[in-house]
């Protein structure tokens, strides 16, 4: 069965992942997991493969992909190694943000693109607890100085955390309580002031090393602060859309990526399955029919799906603030699709896929992670309630 469904043909031309490449990455996957290691060696191919410049632009020294060529790429790398992908789409999303910002005329953000074309790293600290309305509203708080600004705090899920050179993050400037706003910068590694602590220790998409990152006063220039906005859905401009945009839909297609793996695996695993009670095998069970037809149609939806929100964010539809609506949705529904069909597989596998040698043991468990990403689900309805029914999402600040 085809991995890669995007309809436009010059993703399939233009793919770098070679199939040898994404064999190592398939083999190396249950001993990351098993070892809760990073992909150091999945990484330093995918470096040399040249896939961490995908996004970059062809004037600034990269294969210049759109965000449906991207994805076709992520897909493949998702469905044969998914934490891998998940660790590497944190650095695609700020080369694709810096790249979205120059398509729309504001180059603010080039020296991303230059940098990443020189083999930089990118990472996002976003994620921090007890904050459930991620990049809108921090509990990190920035501090204004000459020259630049102070980060305090704690962000957890720090991607990317044994290889970055460039830290994303954002904090709140609450200096004037009347109007606070978010701070979006861009810490050096090179810079003092910040601890990475070791936290991760979870229960799944384990490669990725997302580990906690203490700021103790961590400095930032100017010149590396990407924005300052409103605190709240009144930042959300062009720059916070993009976040949104190339994050929650690299989750969405990591998280298909995976579930068509799922599919793959349990499709040949029932096909050797005997049964006493049925001649022919399990194949001939009708529920075994049944559950397998569920996770087919699934996919069949989700696929085409993903690709025409894909498509429509390249082509620069002018959806206004409805694209919050399609960018969440788009990540809940595959997110939700991939765990109920790492579920049902395991229905359908019986006692062996609870075991560590089964790929769907670990499958499971990394399906289930897709729901702790922002935004999650509580976030994501209240989102897509208010703004379908007109409710100012600003009418009661939540960070009063």
């Given at each position: 069965?085809?991995?890669?469904?995007?309809?436009?043909?010059?993703?399939?031309?233009?793919?770098?992942?070679?199939?040898?490449?994404?064999?190592r990455c398939a083999?190396?996957?249950?001993?990351?997991?098993?070892?809760?290691?990073?992909?150091?060696?999945?990484?330093?191919?995918?470096?040399?493969?040249g896939y961490l410049?995908?996004?970059?632009?062809?004037?600034?020294?990269?294969?210049?992909?759109?965000?449906?060529?991207?994805?076709?790429?992520?897909?493949?790398?998702?469905?044969?190694?998914?934490?891998?992908?998940?660790?590497?789409?944190?650095?695609?999303?700020?080369?694709?943000?810096?790249?979205?910002?120059?398509?729309?005329?504001?180059?603010?953000?080039?020296?991303?693109?230059?940098?990443?074309?020189?083999?930089?790293?990118?990472?996002?600290?976003?994620?921090?607890?007890?904050?459930?309305?991620?990049?809108?509203?921090?509990?990190?708080?920035?501090?204004?100085?000459?020259?630049?600004?102070?980060?305090?705090?704690?962000?957890?899920?720090?991607?990317?955390?044994?290889?970055?050179?460039?830290?994303?993050?954002?904090?709140?400037?609450?200096?004037?309580?009347?109007?606070?706003?978010?701070?979006?910068?861009?810490?050096?590694?090179?810079?003092?002031?910040?601890?990475?602590?070791?936290?991760?220790?979870?229960?799944?998409?384990?490669?990725?090393?997302?580990?906690?990152?203490?700021?103790?006063?961590?400095?930032?220039?100017?010149?590396?602060?990407?924005?300052?906005?409103?605190?709240?859905?009144?930042?959300?401009?062009?720059?916070?859309?993009?976040?949104?945009?190339?994050?929650?839909?690299?989750?969405?297609?990591?998280?298909?990526?995976?579930?068509?793996?799922?599919?793959?695996?349990?499709?040949?695993?029932?096909?050797?399955?005997?049964?006493?009670?049925?001649?022919?095998?399990?194949?001939?069970?009708?529920?075994?029919?049944?559950?397998?037809?569920?996770?087919?149609?699934?996919?069949?939806?989700?696929g085409p799906y993903?690709?025409?929100?894909?498509?429509?964010?390249?082509?620069?539809?002018?959806?206004?603030?409805?694209?919050?609506?399609?960018?969440?949705?788009?990540?809940?529904?595959?997110?939700?699709?991939?765990?109920?069909?790492?579920?049902?597989?395991?229905?359908?596998?019986?006692?062996?896929?609870?075991?560590?040698?089964?790929?769907?043991?670990?499958?499971?468990?990394?399906?289930?992670?897709?729901?702790?990403?922002?935004?999650?689900?509580?976030?994501?309805?209240?989102?897509?309630?208010?703004?379908?029914?007109?409710?100012?999402?600003?009418?009661?600040?939540?960070?009063?």
């Amino acid at each position: 069965m085809s991995v890669v469904s995007m309809t436009e043909a010059s993703a399939a031309r233009r793919a770098v992942l070679s199939a040898d490449l994404l064999a190592r990455c398939a083999t190396r996957a249950p001993q990351y997991d098993r070892a809760n290691t990073f992909c150091h060696d999945d990484f330093d191919d995918l470096r040399e493969a040249g896939y961490l410049k995908l996004g970059v632009p062809a004037e600034l020294g990269g294969p210049g992909f759109t965000m449906a060529e991207l994805m076709s790429e992520t897909r493949r790398l998702a469905y044969h190694a998914p934490a891998t992908a998940l660790a590497v789409n944190m650095h695609h999303y700020w080369v694709g943000v810096a790249a979205d910002l120059r398509r729309f005329g504001d180059r603010s953000l080039e020296w991303i693109l230059e940098r990443a074309a020189a083999g930089d790293v990118f990472a996002a600290g976003h994620a921090e607890s007890g904050n459930d309305m991620p990049v809108l509203l921090a509990t990190t708080r920035a501090e204004r100085v000459d020259g630049g600004y102070r980060f305090h705090g704690r962000k957890s899920f720090g991607s990317l955390s044994p290889v970055w050179n460039w830290f994303g993050l954002h904090a709140m400037d609450t200096s004037d309580p009347q109007a606070p706003k978010v701070v979006h910068a861009f810490l050096p590694r090179t810079s003092d002031g910040y601890r990475i602590v070791d936290t991760w220790d979870t229960l799944g998409m384990r490669a990725t090393r997302s580990d906690d990152t203490i700021l103790e006063g961590a400095f930032v220039p100017d010149g590396h602060v990407a924005r300052v906005v409103p605190a709240g859905p009144a930042g959300l401009d062009p720059f916070v859309l993009s976040i949104f945009a190339r994050a929650l839909l690299g989750f969405a297609n990591i998280y298909y990526g995976l579930a068509l793996r799922v599919r793959d695996v349990i499709v040949e695993s029932l096909k050797d399955k005997t049964s006493i009670a049925v001649a022919g095998g399990m194949v001939r069970h009708p529920e075994v029919q049944r559950g397998v037809a569920e996770i087919v149609m699934e996919l069949e939806a989700l696929g085409p799906y993903l690709d025409s929100v894909v498509r429509d964010w390249d082509a620069g539809a002018e959806y206004g603030h409805a694209w919050v609506i399609k960018i969440v949705s788009a990540k809940h529904q595959a997110v939700e699709a991939a765990w109920r069909i790492a579920d049902r597989a395991l229905d359908l596998s019986g006692g062996f896929g609870m075991f560590k040698k089964s790929e769907l043991e670990r499958l499971f468990r990394d399906a289930r992670a897709g729901r702790f990403h922002p935004a999650n689900g509580m976030l994501t309805h209240e989102l897509v309630g208010k703004l379908t029914l007109g409710v100012d999402l600003a009418a009661a600040p939540r960070w009063a």
